[in-house]
């Protein structure tokens, strides 16, 4: 399985970007792809989750990005994509997908199987 995130950068506060998670390497009719992030010395923490199937795509968020954040997918890339509006300095962190099989959505990254490398994001003026 790989995973590859990209699409972070720098922007200021209330700027946006879009991040990609590339997946191969598997095969499976329904799975979810969630997005996990990263502060510098704090746990990695969920951050939103999508289902990946013909005929469900239902979405999840964290509070804190609610609203200002949407997870979307493409099935014919195999990509999900996060985009990411509103940006706070807050929001600051190394981004990672990851890719969960078990049939639920989740927010423990105990239950996502595969990892790709993060793309980090910084939100500064």
């Known amino acids: 399985v790989q995973l590859q995130a990209s699409g972070g950068g720098l922007v200021q506060p209330g700027g946006s970007l879009r991040l990609s998670c590339a997946a191969s390497?598997?095969?499976?009719?329904?799975?979810?792809i969630g997005w996990f992030r990263q502060a510098p010395g704090k746990e990695r923490e969920w951050v939103s989750c999508?289902?990946?199937?013909?005929?469900?795509?239902?979405?999840y968020y964290s509070d804190s990005v609610k609203g200002r954040f949407t997870i979307s997918r493409e099935n014919a890339k195999n990509t999900v994509y996060l985009q990411m509006n509103s940006l706070k300095p807050e929001d600051t962190a190394v981004y990672y997908c990851?890719?969960?099989?078990?049939?639920?959505?989740?927010?423990?990254?105990?239950?996502?199987?595969?990892w790709g490398k993060g793309t980090q994001v910084t939100v500064s003026s």
């Open positions: 990851a890719l969960s099989l078990l049939g639920y959505p989740s927010m423990d990254k105990a239950d996502y199987g595969s």
């Open positions: 390497g598997f095969t499976s009719d329904y799975y979810y």
């Open positions: 999508i289902t990946v199937s013909r005929s469900d795509a239902s979405d």
